[in-house]
């Protein structure tokens, strides 16, 4: 079982440790699996409500092209980068830069370890949303197709400190459970099946979107690229959102890289798990921008988007009620799958680095990401006045996380395998079908990738 090609010596890893007596690290049951698990980290709320929202706020078509240009080059690029260092390794983040190249590239692993962790304070934020909207859902109290009403109902919700709170620690408290319980089983069956049915409701949800009277407005404005209201910014939002709809620049891909069989095809799939992350965006846009444009809903709105158009487009269905339960079920699933994938690289840190007890970790991750993540939830309500560079502190904590953190993980990871250890990566994809990707890969890693990271940093900061 064990595929340590570097170091047999090496500690096991911690996700295998509760599944398995043995000491040799675990490895998915199929590459299935591990693409299904990667995928289930990248499709969450990235692209039910993060997606939607931003596009929302930068100009629709326009935005969503140079987001799948990011995904194409940059992003199935780093995909595979992180994956190749994970397969390398069989460690987290890391040891595994250590391992490869000594103490100075372990800091790299400890910011994007960081990151991971404050992505993770205000996912659980908008993870707390989800609960919240999957009881009011269950009691009904959510369907109405008055969209005054749906505003003012989330503001008051999240502005709530008691209420959003609960939320957030009900959110954290499944996540810890997940991970503590060992993620590896229960991972790659739920992805088996939550995934597609998200799929499948989400279409179910477009059809009905899409008959609404005004929706193709919303329609053309999603798919028509107007390139003149493209600004430095929306150009880094949207770098920033194929990162973070990825998972990627946190080493979220390099810990589920280490449990790849050996003879797992990583370019194929790097490609699969993008397809499926941007396929998911594009899907929740088609769903949500009809709506917003048929409800007469201003389309930057902001954060709440998601959770203002679908109970309207619930109310307006046969069957709603049970519609509107089963989608905040599937987003609560796709969430925690998401969320997880954070929680675990930090306390396969701990474990990894100071060899901590497994428990001991996942209570202190628990209790740090609670204090980091409750002034971000406070600041939609009573904290709302605290401003920094003239951001919200939930907003803060997402520009900086995922439009400057993630990129420079990014950057790091591509100078790394594209220079650092290209023979050893090279290595990797010998005898697989994709030998003609293999000059191209390093073009992306060591040419496109710094010159967009730089370029759009430069235009836009
Ligand atoms: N991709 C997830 C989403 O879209 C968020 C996420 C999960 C993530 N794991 C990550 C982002 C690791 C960066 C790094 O909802």
């Known amino acids: 079982?064990?595929?340590?090609?570097?170091?047999?010596?090496?500690?096991?890893?911690?996700?295998?440790?509760?599944?398995?007596?043995?000491?040799s690290r675990a490895t998915w049951g199929s590459r299935l699996g591990f693409v299904l698990a990667a995928a289930g980290s990248a499709v969450g709320l990235g692209a039910v409500w993060k997606f939607p929202y931003v596009v929302g706020q930068h100009g629709g078509g326009a935005f969503l092209a140079v987001y799948l240009a990011c995904v194409l080059t940059l992003g199935v690029a780093l995909l595979l980068a992180e994956m190749?260092?994970?397969?390398?390794?069989?460690?987290?983040?890391t040891t595994a830069l250590r391992m490869l190249s000594g103490r100075g590239w372990a800091w790299v692993g400890r910011v994007a370890t960081f990151n991971a962790f404050a992505i993770l304070s205000f996912y659980v934020v908008v993870g707390g949303w989800t609960v919240a909207y999957l009881?009011?859902?269950?009691?009904?109290?959510?369907?109405?197709h008055d969209t005054a009403t749906l505003v003012s109902e989330f503001s008051a919700f999240t502005a709530n400190p008691v209420a959003s709170l609960t939320s957030m620690g009900a959110f954290l408290g499944l996540t810890a459970l997940i991970v503590a319980a060992g993620v590896q089983k229960g991972i790659e069956r739920a992805g088996k099946w939550l995934m597609p049915a998200l799929?499948?409701?989400?279409?179910?949800?477009?059809?009905?979107?899409?008959?609404?009277?005004?929706?193709?407005?919303?329609?053309?404005?999603?798919?028509?690229?107007?390139?003149?209201?493209?600004s430095g910014g929306t150009l880094l939002e949207a770098l920033g959102l194929a990162f973070f709809s990825l998972s990627?620049?946190?080493?979220?891909?390099?810990v589920y890289g280490s449990y790849l069989p050996k003879d797992a095809r990583l370019a194929g799939s790097a490609v699969w798990v993008a397809t499926l992350a941007t396929l998911a965006c594009f899907l929740a846009g088609l769903m949500i921008l009809p709506a917003v444009f048929a409800f007469g809903v201003a389309p930057n709105a902001g954060p709440g988007l998601t959770f203002i158009t679908m109970p309207a487009i619930f109310a307006q269905m046969p069957f709603g009620h049970i519609v509107a339960v089963a989608f905040f079920l599937l987003l609560l699933f796709a969430?925690?799958?998401?969320?997880?994938?954070?929680?675990?690289?930090?306390?396969?840190?701990?474990?990894?680095?100071?060899q901590w007890r497994r428990s001991t970790a996942v209570i202190a991750v628990l209790v740090g990401t609670f204090l980091f993540g409750a002034p971000a939830a406070l600041s939609f309500g009573v904290w709302s006045d605290v401003r920094l560079f003239d951001r919200t502190i939930f907003d803060l904590m997402d520009y900086v996380t995922i439009n400057l953190l993630m990129p420079a993980g990014g950057l790091c990871v591509?100078?790394?395998?594209?220079?650092?250890?290209?023979?050893?990566?090279?290595a990797v994809l010998e005898g697989s079908r994709a030998q003609w990707f293999v000059p191209l890969w390093r073009v992306l890693l060591l040419v496109l990738t710094p010159v967009a990271i730089f370029g759009v940093w430069y235009h836009s900061l």
């Open 248 to 254: 990627l620049g946190a080493g979220m891909i390099v």
């Open 414 to 426: 591509a100078f790394f395998v594209g220079a650092r250890i290209w023979p050893k990566a090279r």
């Open 335 to 354: 969430a925690l799958t998401s969320s997880v994938s954070l929680f675990e690289p930090v306390t396969a840190f701990l474990i990894d680095e100071y």
């Open 84 to 93: 190749t260092i994970g397969r390398l390794t069989g460690q987290s983040i």
């Open 135 to 144: 009881l009011r859902a269950l009691t009904g109290t959510v369907l109405t």
């Open 1 to 23: 079982m064990s595929h340590l090609p570097i170091s047999p010596a090496a500690p096991a890893a911690p996700a295998a440790q509760s599944t398995s007596e043995e000491a």
């Open 199 to 230: 799929f499948l409701l989400m279409l179910m949800l477009i059809a009905r979107a899409l008959t609404l009277p005004g929706a193709m407005a919303g329609v053309a404005w999603f798919l028509t690229p107007d390139f003149s209201v493209i």
